[in-house]
């Protein structure tokens, strides 16, 4: 399966799905990775692994149709679509040329806490329990159907930065893992509702979905 990949940012999830693919556990290949933002530190990690990338910025374009145009001209022949820290929003334009074919991994058990500093939300709502999710992109932002999502606690004595770090190390297994589960043709969409076949629904151990990563 050949991804198309859209980050803003560090690409932390970029790397993950490197090293899933060239571990053998992600049967996918990185097709184009594109940025918006020319300084991002993803780009750095692009070059260290020779995939092919692009930096399309708003800024150089009129209208958000027009910079849209641009990525989806750039992600023509992907099988996927990956957001992994992509910050901007995208448009209904966007997600009609990618129908279902878009991802993206948010730092919260969505539907709670969507948005922005998803982190900091669930500090201030006092929270004891937060987590990722991996849903399907729709026009509604951060409300596509629910592939997989991870637990993680909330601590005491948490900032926002220590809870990000541990939300972050299960967004680095549950991005792949959700890719290799389409790649494999296990994810069927009825609605609202995913189901992933072959998967383990039981109850304990916590986090049961994960199998590989």
Known sequence: MKLGVLV?????NLQALIDGIESGKLPCSIDIVI?????????????RHKIPYLV???KDFSTQEAFE???I?????VDLVVLAGFMRILSEHFIKAFPMKIIN???SLTPAFLGKSAQRQALEYGSRITGCTVHFVTEELDSG??????????LPDDTEETLSERILSYEHRLLPQAVRWISEGRVKVMGRKV???GANYGTLPANPQLEVF
């Open 105 to 107: 991994i948010h730092p």
């Open 195 to 197: 189901v992933v076949h």
């Open 56 to 58: 399309i910025k708003r």
């Open 8 to 12: 803003s940012g560090r690409g932390s």
């Open 145 to 154: 159907p629910v592939i997989v999502q991870a637990c993680v606690p909330v």
């Open 73 to 77: 001209k750039a992600l023509s022949g």
């Open 69 to 71: 145009e641009e990525i």
């Open 35 to 47: 940025s918006d933002r020319e300084k991002a530190y993803a780009l750095e990690r692009c070059k």
